[in-house]
């Protein structure tokens, strides 16, 4: 399928993204038959055309979301056959529901679509491109590295002398140090942790057109957690909260907790985007080794390696 056929298929899912979307209208515009047009949209970007319609449906839905309409008028709005079809879809793409989203979600762009580009003469499309252009292993890991990078810069300003990591069950680890504590307080700790970490939720389709991860922020590599907790002691307070992609799941927890000052994370990649990959023991004590030899009076305690 050609540039300019893809992009009339792309831009007419996203111009009658409210109505229900018929393949045989799709495969028209594309002057194939719908079997057919089936196949190579399949090999073109990944994943089958009704998938695609699906996820560009719940994108859209998220911006109508914080507009502030209501879930049920949401799900009329984008041509769903009910509210907990509707739900359903939703929580399993972005692993928060509509209400969760609506609430504690603070911005949303509706993301572009994109012609997957074409690579010495053959098209990348999402699931192979990713195999081509992108490590997966690469970029789990430097999830790992922006918010372990976080540690040792208190480390190396003096603030920090203890950093643990744990590699835990299910693909998780947590990343913990006594330095002084991401700057939250009584009075804007929500705010000033909505700025540093809150994302949003990103799906295959978006991360196979990301660049490299190096410096991605701390917002995109929490976007890119299928579950991540942040615990931060400071001025004698304990703040916690939970996202999963990117979305916080409750209100912030502050309760008290005198004399002791630090961050813990935990984190697990979304399986959704890194499938069956798994963290290596090597890449992540060869980074800290490599990371940590300028550094004086800094311990670093692993566990599960």
């Not at 914080?66 to 709005?77: C, N, P, S």
């Not at 699931?127 to 540690?151: I, R």
């Not at 040792?152 to 299910?170: G, M």
Request: contains cysteine; charged residues 20%.
């Amino acid at each position: 399928m050609d540039n300019e056929t893809l992009e009339k298929v792309l831009a007419y899912v996203d111009n009658h993204i409210c109505q229900k979307i018929n393949l045989c209208d799709l495969s028209e515009i594309a002057a194939y038959s719908p079997f057919y047009f089936s196949k190579l949209f399949s090999e073109t970007m990944g994943m089958p055309v009704t998938g695609y319609i699906r996820i560009r449906k719940l994108q859209y839905a998220i911006a109508s979301l914080l507009e502030g309409q209501k879930v049920i008028d949401v799900a009329l709005l984008y041509a769903f056959d009910s509210h907990e079809g509707f739900t359903r879809s939703f929580k399993q793409l972005f692993g928060s529901t509509p209400s969760t989203v609506r609430k504690y979600l603070t911005s949303y762009t509706v993301p572009l679509y994109v012609v997957p580009a074409i690579v010495n003469n053959r098209r990348i499309g999402m699931s192979d491109g990713k195999m081509c252009n992108k490590n997966l292993q690469h970029d789990m890991h430097q999830l790992v590295f922006e918010f372990l990078e976080q540690s040792f810069e208190e480390a190396r300003t003096a603030y920090c002398t203890k950093i643990t990591v744990s590699l835990l069950p299910d693909n998780r680890i947590k990343i913990g140090d006594n330095g002084r504590g991401l700057p939250l307080d009584l009075q804007a700790s929500k705010i000033v942790l909505e700025k540093i970490l809150a994302g949003s939720p990103i799906t295959n389709l978006e991360y196979s057109q990301m660049g490299d991860l190096v410096q991605a922020g701390l917002q995109t590599v929490n976007s890119l957690c299928e579950a991540l907790q942040i615990s931060v002691s400071r001025n004698g307070n304990k703040f916690q909260q939970d996202y999963i992609r990117g979305v916080a799941q409750h209100d912030l927890e502050i309760s008290d907790l005198p004399h002791v000052t630090g961050t813990e994370i935990t984190l697990k990649p979304d399986t959704a985007i890194f499938g069956d990959t798994s963290f290596s023991q090597k890449i992540i004590c060869d980074w800290i080794e490599a990371n940590s030899k300028d550094i004086s009076n800094l311990t670093v305690d692993l566990s599960g390696f």
